[in-house]
Structure formats: C-alpha cells, structure tokens
C-alpha cells in the first residue's frame, strides 16, 4: 500500500572571511510504518588560499560522469531505506580530509577518510530460522584516495584510485552466538577494496558522450560469501532534438573474475545465503550486459 512521508532538511553555509567557509547540513524523516531517521549529513569547513583548497568535515563526495550508473563512485555511501523523490538525496556523508589543487582545466584532489560510513538497505529479519547480527563493525583510519581531473574544451576525463573498504557488504554466514534459537546466522561484512577508475565526457555535433570504468580488487580470504574482483564500463550517448525531446542510450558490461555458481555447494544454508550476497553485490553471473534507453521531453 501507500506509505506517506513527512521530512525536515536545515542548511546553514556560514561565509566567515575571504578565505573560509563551511556548510552544514540535517536531515530528519519519519513514515507511516513508523520507520524514523535523523542524521547530520554534511558538517564541513573549507579554506581557499589561491588555487588551493582544504575541506576538512563530514562531506559528500560524489565521483563519475556516466548516467546513473557510476562504477568510480566509491568514496560515498548512500541510504537505501529512505523514500525520497531524488536519488542524490539519498546520499551519506562522512568525516573526510580532502586537499585540492586546481590549475587551469586540471585539479589534483588527496583525500583521507577516517570515518566509515556504509550503504545502508533495507534488511529482511523475517527469515524463520535465520538470525541478522548487527553489522561488523568497521574502524579502519586508513582509508585514502586521489584524484586527476581536467574540465573544460572539447573532453572532459579523470583518473581515480580508492583504497579502503567497501561501501556496499558481503552477507555472510557466521557461528550462532550462543543462546540463541536459530539455525544459521549471518552478518553484513565490509570487505577491504582498491579500486582504479577513469570517466570521460564530451559533445560530438548535437550528441553527448561518456564512458566510466572501474577495476575492483577486493582483499580478505575467498569465500562463498565474499564479492569477487569484478571489472565494470559503462558507456552512453544521448541527443536533445529542438522539439525538446532527448533520447538516452547507455550500455553497461561487468565482468566478474573466478565466478564460481553457488549452484555447485553441496550445503543449503550456504548455497542459499552465497546466493543472496552474489544478489545484493549484482554479481549473479560471470558476464553481465545491460542497456538502458530513457525518452524524456
């Protein structure tokens, strides 16, 4: 059925001299199923000398130039539990120390990310038999990325390199805690990933084009649980007509390395949860190809 929604967003983006500013940002959201949330989504303060910048707070950064499906976003995290009229909105920001060096069309970026902040999604804890534990825990002060971009003349493109954890989770089968009554228990684990990206953008005529890659390599042990090193492009071309009509066309081609079919386990409750989590990280087959085409006027 219909679930109403009722929200606050307060922003405040305080000027305090020439050189530095800062941006704040709540969010607070309940529903009609009695779902609540409140949240601090942005807090940050940011110092500009010349062509250098210094963001030091909780921020959303936001990576890549493809339509929607952007394989380089990998420093932030979004709230897959909120209804919400704009998937930007759902988006979630975390403590990040970002340094910026802009010089012409080129901007060199450093971050440091010592807060970890997942995806968040709806968990189904209906499961008769089955137990979800509260998430693992994740206090890695490690994290880093960089970033070279060029913006402006005919093409615009960046190369990216992430190393921390991953933002989306592995479901996985873990011990029983004692005491309780169930027959299996599974828990949302955040797996250590690098990833290396690149994007480009531009106009040929009256076309726009783009392209977005990324190679993942996660760490930890292999299991039947954890998301396998995976390659994925994205690739679109879209025309506006003077009629106002536009036509979006946009292919999407991942690969996934050491594919291996939950199909073949011998155990139920394994096979059954190795499946999930290949669902939740989109990893169901060992080539998957999509194409989207969205008419808008």
Known sequence: GAVSVAGVVVRAAPRLSDRLDAYAEARAQTDSTGRGDADLEEAWARFAAGPARLIVGRQIVAWGRA????????????????????????????????????????????????????????????????????????????QFAARIDHSGGALDWSISYFEGRSRTRDIALVPVPAGVAALAAVQQKFPETSVVGADLAGVAGRFGYRAEA????????????????????????????????????????RYVFDYDDPAHLSNQVVRAIARQSEKENNQLDHRQNSMKLRLAR
């Open 67 to 142: 339509d929607r499906y952007n394989p380089t976003d990998v420093i932030g995290a979004r709230d897959y539990t909120r209804l919400l009229a704009s998937d930007d909105e759902q988006r979630r920001g975390a403590l990040i120390a970002q340094a910026t060096y802009g010089a012409g069309p080129w901007t060199f970026s450093a971050f440091w990310l010592p807060e970890f902040r997942p995806n968040r999604f709806p968990v189904d804890r209906s499961r008769p038999g089955v137990v979800v534990l509260d998430d693992q825990k994740v206090e890695d002060r490690s």
């Open 214 to 253: 990324a190679y993942t390599d996660v760490g930890g042990a292999p299991t039947p649980f954890r998301t396998k090193d995976n390659f994925w492009i994205v690739v679109g071309v879209d025309r506006t007509f003077d009629s106002g009509w536009n036509v979006n066309l946009q292919y999407s081609f």
